[in-house]
């Protein structure tokens, strides 16, 4: 069965810094893998969608990696600012069997002013 | 382009009632999904859906009933509410099963009481 987990559950750090969130999960035998934000009392919002075949994936302050066979993502944000506040999870699309994704838990990230 | 769009956003249940979530999405998607989002719990899957006709059951389905007899709709059905369906319900949809990212609706806070 597949499991995801997030580290840390939350992170605090000041404007302006540059930041990992990790990932990681049990079973390498994944179709993709997919980095989502969620602010509170709202919907997922998908930030970066990572095809099994592909080692990352950027969109501006963003940027995704996976390492299949290590079993781990890294979500990097640069230049962290106020708005990046939210809950980011992480999503495995499995091969095992069942056609869904797997959450993880995520990952609270308050940026200070 | 309205993506996923999730009926209503907010419903307070009595005890033993029935009630209908709707969900639909105008990308012409084939796979069609509902998850519920608990504290803790992170967020798990109700029930899938791969093409119109076929659904079949995820994580946790006991309670709940789909069908699925167009491309654009995937209703969810509660049977007889009891508190512990108390949570915020999120449809998602996706190109393929394996292939494309999600898209996600902005949910439904469902309060059983």
């Known amino acids: 069965k597949q499991e995801v987990t997030q580290i840390p559950a939350a992170l605090s750090v000041p404007e302006g810094e540059n930041l990992v969130l990790n990932c990681s999960f049990t079973?390498?035998?994944?179709?993709?893998l997919q980095w989502f934000r969620q602010d509170p009392g709202k919907g997922l919002t998908s930030l970066l969608l990572i095809q099994s075949s592909q080692r990352e994936q950027t969109s501006g302050r963003l940027n995704a990696s996976l390492d299949k066979s290590s079993g781990r993502s890294t979500l990097y944000i640069a230049a962290s600012q106020p708005g990046d506040s939210a809950t980011y999870l992480c999503a495995v699309g499995s091969q095992g069997g069942s056609e869904k994704l797997v959450f993880g838990k995520g990952t609270k990230l308050t940026v200070n002013p | 382009n309205a993506g996923v769009t999730q009926t209503p956003k907010f419903q307070v249940l009595k005890t033993g009632q029935s009630m209908t979530l709707q969900c639909a999405q105008d990308m012409n998607h084939e796979y069609m999904s509902w998850y519920r989002q608990d504290p803790g719990m992170g967020l798990r899957l109700i029930h899938y859906s791969v093409g119109a006709g076929i659904t079949d059951q995820g994580e946790v389905p006991n309670g709940y009933n789909v069908s699925r007899s167009t491309t654009e709709d995937f209703p969810l059905r509660l049977l007889s509410a009891a508190p512990s369906q108390t949570s915020v319900y999120f449809c998602?949809?996706?190109?393929?099963?394996?292939?494309?990212?999600?898209?996600f609706g902005s949910g439904t806070r469902l309060t059983v009481v």
């Open positions: 998602a949809s996706s190109r393929t099963s394996t292939a494309g990212g999600y898209t």
């Open positions: 079973d390498s035998a994944i179709y993709n």
